[in-house]
Structure formats: structure tokens, C-alpha cells
């Protein structure tokens, strides 16, 4: 199984590369910040408490988002791999996806770890907020806010994986398809 954990900032182009990805190599995607979007979207007791937490960008708590990954490992036994976009984003993630990928029998193959520059990335999400109707994107303070809640929270995963031989860096500037590609030709050494 080929078990991918897509990395990186918000606006690093997580989301957009996913989706090359599960095309190319036939992946599941798990994707927790569309998860809980649609729990918003339909209204949900946990979509209006993650909901607050997203809107200041800030991270919704671990046992939310491990629940999330959990019930939909358990949905999907029989597949080739999955492609984990957007999670883990802490520590205690990360340490709860290996716990339930070794019940599982199969470990995290890589991390691709996208890098963009803070310019780059205040560009992108400012010019998504002006389509997507997301809240976390039209204020550059939230944005800001997500970009320190990374450099905080998330970013220490780089040394978690490294320690296991699984932090790949990939340069998250340039053309959707030349970071495509470079992300292809990473994942086929895999
Ligand atoms: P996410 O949904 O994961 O959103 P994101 O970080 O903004 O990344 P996304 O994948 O959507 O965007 P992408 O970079 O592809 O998280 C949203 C919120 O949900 C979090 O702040 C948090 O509150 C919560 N959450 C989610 N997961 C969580 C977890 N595990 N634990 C706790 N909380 C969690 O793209 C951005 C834009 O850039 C797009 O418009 C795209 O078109 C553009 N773009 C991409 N590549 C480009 C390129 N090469 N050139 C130019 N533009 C590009």
C-alpha cells in the first residue's frame, strides 16, 4: 500500500496536488480540511464547534480530526493507499496515525513536504478568498495566523518523520505542473 502524507504551510498547494496525485496512483483522498467543511456545510454538531476554530485559523483539536481519520480508514480496507491531505497537523496526530496504520499493517510510505514562500503563500489564499467564500481566506490576519499556527504546531513534524527517513522536500514554487511532476518523480523512488 502506498500510504502519502501531503505537507506543508496553508496555500502551499496541497489540496490542488492531491488531486494529481490520486489520479496518477489510484489513492483514497483524506483531506480533514474538506471533512469538516462539509460537516459545516451540513450543519453538524462538530462542524459548528470546528467552525469557530477555523474561522480564527486556528487548528480544530486532535480528537476531532484523529476521530475523522479513523472512521474513514475503517471505511475503506480494501484500496491501494491513501494520500492524507492537510493531516497530521501536531505531533499528537501523527502519533495517532501511525497507532491506527500499524493496526492496519501498513506504515506511512512518505512525506512530501511542499515549500513555498510566505509572499507565495499570503497570494494564493488572498486570491482563493475571492472565489471560495472561505472565511479563513479574505482576512490577512487570519492568514497570517494560519501561516504562525504552521510554524508552531505543524512544521516540528519535519523532525518526526526525518527521525523516521520519511520527510521529503519538494519546491512548492512555480507551475501546478512542474510541482506535479517533481512531486511524481519523488513518490515513484518511494
Ligand atoms: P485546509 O483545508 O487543509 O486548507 P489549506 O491549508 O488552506 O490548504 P489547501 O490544501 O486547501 O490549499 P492549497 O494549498 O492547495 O485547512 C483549513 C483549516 O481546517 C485549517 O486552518 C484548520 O483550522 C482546519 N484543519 C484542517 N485539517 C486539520 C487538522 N488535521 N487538524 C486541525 N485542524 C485542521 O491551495 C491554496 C490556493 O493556492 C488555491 O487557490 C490554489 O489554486 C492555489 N495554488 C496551488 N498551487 C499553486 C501554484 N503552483 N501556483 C499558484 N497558485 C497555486
Not at 477555523?54 to 486532535?62: I, N, Q, S, T, Y
Request: charged share 30%.
Amino acid at each position: 500500500m502506498l500510504n502519502l502524507i501531503l505537507f506543508g504551510p496553508p496555500g502551499a498547494g496541497k489540496g490542488t496536488q492531491a488531486e494529481y496525485l490520486i489520479e496518477k496512483f489510484g489513492l483514497i483522498h483524506l483531506s480533514t480540511g474538506d471533512l469538516l467543511r462539509s460537516e459545516i456545510a451540513a450543519g453538524t454538531p462538530l462542524g459548528l464547534e470546528a467552525k469557530k476554530n477555523m474561522d480564527k485559523g486556528e487548528l480544530v483539536p486532535d480528537e476531532v480530526v484523529i476521530g475523522m481519520i479513523k472512521n474513514k480508514l475503517d471505511a475503506n480496507k480494501q484500496v491501494k493507499g491513501f494520500i492524507f491531505d492537510g493531516f497530521p497537523r501536531t505531533v499528537e496526530q501523527a502519533g495517532a496515525l501511525d497507532k491506527l496504520l500499524e493496526e492496519n499493517g501498513t506504515p506511512v510510505s512518505g512525506m512530501l513536504s511542499l515549500e513555498v514562500e510566505k509572499k507565495e503563500l499570503i497570494a494564493r489564499l488572498l486570491s482563493r478568498g475571492k472565489t471560495s467564500g472561505r472565511s479563513d481566506d479574505q482576512d490577512e490576519s487570519i492568514i497570517e495566523n494560519r501561516i504562525q499556527v504552521y510554524n508552531e504546531k505543524t512544521s516540528p513534524l519535519k523532525r518526526y518523520y526525518t527521525a523516521q527517513k520519511k520527510h521529503f522536500c519538494i519546491n512548492g514554487m512555480g507551475s501546478v505542473e512542474d510541482i506535479a511532476s517533481r512531486l511524481e518523480t519523488t513518490v515513484g523512488k518511494l
